[in-house]
T-cell receptor
Framework: AQTVTQSQPEMSVQEAETVTLSCTYD???????LFWYKQPPSRQMILVIR??????QNATENRFSVNFQKAAKSFSLKISDSQLGDAAMYFC????????????FGTGTQLKVEL | GAVVSQHPSRVICKSGTSVKIECRSL??????MFWYRQFPKQSLMLMAT?????????EQGVEKDKFLINHASLTLSTLTVTSAHPEDSSFYIC???????????FGEGSRLTVL
C-alpha cells in the first residue's frame, strides 16, 4: 500500500523568507502523480502544485517549487517570499495513475507565517 | 476554475437521525466523485469512490450501510449518514473528477455535528 509521510507537524517562517516542507512516500509503482494541497482555515482544499513522476524537471508555480527526488521518494515544497496568506495546513498527496484516481494524503504540516 | 459545491456547509442533528450531504459539480460533468472524512487537525481519509450509475466502492473499515452514497447523475453525488451518532461528527469533504480532465476539484466541506 502506498503511504505518504510528512514528518513536520508544524513549521514557522518569517514573512518574506523561504521555507521548505518535507514529504516522503512509499510506492512500488513507477507512474504516478504527486501533489501539494493547501487547506486554509476555511477548510477549502486548494491545489498548490503537481508533479508527474515521469518528468525529471521539478514543477514550479510562481513562489512555489518542488524538489522531486524519485529514487529517494522525496517530494519537498519550497515556498519563497512567504506571505501571511500562505499560513495554512499543507498536505502532500500521492495518486497512482492506475489506481482509480484515488488520492493518498500525508498527515499535514501546519505552516505559520510570522511578521 | 472548476467549482464543486457542497450542501449543507454545516448541519447539526440529533443522535439517531439521518443526514444527507450533497456534492455538486457546477460547471463540469464528473463520472467519479470521492468522499473524505477529516477529524480536527488530521488528514483527509478516503471513505469511498462514487461512480455515476453504479454502486460506490468503499474503503476498508467504512460501513457502507451507515454511509450511503448515491451518484445518480454526472453532476451530483450524495452522502447519507444513517442513524447518526456523536462519533460520526466530523468534517466531510467531496472531490470530483471531470470527464475531460485528470484534475480533482474539492468541495468546501460539510461539518456534521451529532448531538
Amino acid at each position: 500500500a502506498q503511504t505518504v509521510t510528512q514528518s513536520q507537524p508544524e513549521m514557522s517562517v518569517q514573512e518574506a523568507e523561504t521555507v521548505t516542507l518535507s514529504c516522503t512516500y512509499d510506492t512500488s509503482e513507477s507512474d504516478y502523480y504527486l501533489f501539494w494541497y493547501k487547506q486554509p482555515p476555511s477548510r477549502q482544499m486548494i491545489l498548490v502544485i503537481r508533479q508527474e513522476a515521469y518528468k525529471q524537471q521539478n514543477a514550479t508555480e510562481n513562489r512555489f517549487s518542488v524538489n522531486f527526488q524519485k529514487a529517494a521518494k522525496s517530494f519537498s515544497l519550497k515556498i519563497s517570499d512567504s506571505q501571511l496568506g500562505d499560513a495554512a495546513m499543507y498536505f502532500c498527496a500521492y495518486r497512482f495513475t492506475g489506481g482509480g484516481n484515488k488520492l493518498t494524503f500525508g498527515t499535514g504540516t501546519q505552516l505559520k507565517v510570522e511578521l | 476554475g472548476a467549482v464543486v459545491s457542497q450542501h449543507p456547509s454545516r448541519v447539526i442533528c440529533k443522535s439517531g437521525t439521518s443526514v444527507k450531504i450533497e456534492c455538486r459539480s457546477l460547471d463540469f460533468q464528473a463520472t467519479t466523485m470521492f468522499w473524505y472524512r477529516q477529524f480536527p487537525k488530521q488528514s483527509l481519509m478516503l471513505m469511498a469512490t462514487s461512480n455515476e450509475g453504479s454502486k460506490a466502492t468503499y474503503e476498508q473499515g467504512v460501513e457502507k450501510d451507515k454511509f450511503l452514497i448515491n451518484h445518480a447523475s454526472l453532476t451530483l453525488s450524495t452522502l447519507t449518514v444513517t442513524s447518526a451518532h456523536p462519533e460520526d461528527s466530523s468534517f466531510y469533504i467531496c472531490s470530483a473528477l471531470p470527464i475531460i480532465s485528470g484534475e480533482l476539484f474539492f468541495g468546501e466541506g460539510s461539518r456534521l455535528t451529532v448531538l
